[in-house]
């Protein structure tokens, strides 16, 4: 048991279904879920547990000790990896039989050396940069690459079972470097079949290419926002739109709740100013668990909204490193331990993470990732019925 005030609850029911209906929109190709920053900060093995029950075949992350954490806990998915520097734990991950992206030349050289040392085949999926301009191979490099892992592969020492690119605007489908961006990759993946390679999976869709984009779904899709039933083109439509729901709802126990006179300065810097003699609530849960100090409110700036007792209301003043503070109103009946939803499902007409996104400046990728560790997650629907 856990005396703090706040939690994350995370419905595991809803990462299946989420799964179940990614799969439903890429019928064609398999599914990774995207499993990285701790599954979106739903916790890692639960959220992968989910989402192997919902369908995927695949599980993905950026940094390696999640890959070996999810074989840790019994996890016989394909898994694979793909952020890591030359001192990673490349021995470890081929004997725990996990994929692993090469993006650099320096990274073929040092998982052919430890395919070496473990005497195990390193399956790689070459990561090529179509256009994001962040990690992955460019079209100029992918040659000479190609010669260095088609000599380690008749030594038997590497597979390479993929190519996969990102999109630097899948969030915004008609945007033409997406089309740029399939026409590079589909040029970079003949070259590598041009040279007596066949690939197990090519790979290039997120959640937002998943849902808006079938030309780009080929072997395997790698949703991870819309996996947590969060939209990753709100502008779009809602998660409902594309039959998801989230699966994150935070919520919290009222610290305080007493009376102040019309005029008092909320908080720090007195930002806000009480407009009436009225009722102040102070919320046990700050920038050290993840809440944004951009979601502070002033009197012509509303801060982000949470539900109490069935009203919305909104942050007042700025958000300390514990505490916030919400102004509940003249008359308010809430007492010290009263239940406040930040966002949840929405379905209950509380605020949602993209709302706080909103409310917040930012995405909300950043709003349910930035969860803190500190705050307990409890599961709800472990069991798949
Ligand atoms: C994070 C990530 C994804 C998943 O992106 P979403 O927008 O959350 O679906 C897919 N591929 C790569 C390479 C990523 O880094």
């Known amino acids: 048991m856990t005396s703090y005030p706040a939690r994350v609850v995370v419905d595991l029911a809803a990462i299946r279904d989420n799964v179940r209906s990614l799969a439903s929109h890429a019928r064609t190709a398999q599914v ?3 499993v990285k920053a701790d599954a979106y900060g739903h916790g890692l093995v639960p959220a992968a547990r989910a989402a192997v029950q919902g369908g995927a075949t695949w599980l993905g992350t950026a940094q390696v000790h999640e890959a070996l954490d999810l074989r840790a806990a019994g996890l016989r998915t394909r898994i694979l990896t793909w952020l890591y520097g030359p001192d990673a734990p490349l021995d470890a991950l081929l004997e725990a039989e996990i994929d692993v992206s090469v993006a650099a030349p320096w990274a073929l050289t040092a998982v052919h050396a430890a395919a070496r040392r473990t005497g195990r085949t390193a399956r790689i999926h070459l990561k090529v940069d179509t256009g994001l301009g962040r990690n992955g191979l460019t079209p100029g490099q992918l040659p000479g690459l190609l010669d260095a892992a088609l000599a380690a592969r008749a030594e038997g020492a590497v597979e390479v079972v993929g ?44 959640s937002a290419a998943t849902l808006t984009n079938p030309a780009v779904h080929l072997d395997l899709v790698r949703p991870g926002l819309a996996v947590y039933g969060l939209s990753p083109v709100p502008q779009l439509g809602g998660p409902e739109v594309f039959g998801l729901r989230p699966a994150m709802t935070v919520e919290v126990g009222l610290a305080t709740v007493k009376p102040v006179g019309v005029g008092q300065g909320v908080s720090y810097g007195h930002a806000y100013t009480t407009t009436s003699d009225t009722m102040l609530g102070v919320v046990p849960m700050g920038y050290a668990d993840g809440i ?19 009203r919305r209301l909104t942050v007042a003043g700025r958000v300390c490193m514990d505490q916030f503070v919400l102004d509940l109103g003249p008359g308010a009946r809430e007492v010290a331990g009263d239940r406040v939803e930040l966002f949840g499902s929405g379905a209950d007409g509380a605020p949602t993470a993209e709302d706080w996104a909103r409310a917040a400046g930012t995405i909300s990728y950043e709003i349910v990732t930035r969860m803190a560790p500190r705050l307990p997650r409890t599961y709800l629907n472990e069991d798949p019925a």
């Open 292 to 310: 944004p100090r951009h979601a502070s409110g002033a009197l012509d700036h509303p801060g982000a909204p949470v539900q109490v007792g069935g």
């Open 163 to 206: 190519v996969w690119s990102h999109f630097a605007f899948a969030d915004e489908p008609t945007h033409p470097t997406v089309l740029a961006q399939a026409g590079v990759f589909r040029d970079l993946v003949a070259l590598v079949e041009s040279r007596g390679v066949t690939l197990e999976v090519r790979h290039l869709a997120n």
């Open 32 to 34: 990774m879920a995207v």
